[in-house]
């Protein structure tokens, strides 16, 4: 749960941290390795309740290569029953392993 997020502000920080740290090459993984947020750097599933279509700025970074799974339920009612089927969509996705669509390659290659 992301609250008082400010996406810009996370991916600004990432890049600050990085040149704090004495990085010269300021790379992809250099920003990845220094944004705030704890351990998980990329977020692979997203489930959004209320069956918006959008992320609304929630980690643009990190979910850029994520998952996406609608529900038309709120989060109240969200269940485990709901959960377990987000998963089961999310397993058959990365099994057909997609095109990463930043580089052109195949995820999970």
Known sequence: MAIGYDPHGDIVEGIRRAIAAGVTEIDEQAITAALPGGPSKEIDLVIRTSGEQRLSG???????????VVSE???PDFTEHDFAQALEFYA??????????????????
């Open 58 to 68: 929630f980690f643009p970074w990190q979910t850029a290569k994520a998952e996406i």
């Open 73 to 75: 339920k709120l989060w």
């Open 92 to 109: 058959a996705h990365r099994t057909a392993a997609p095109c990463d669509e930043v580089r052109g390659e195949r995820r999970g290659s």
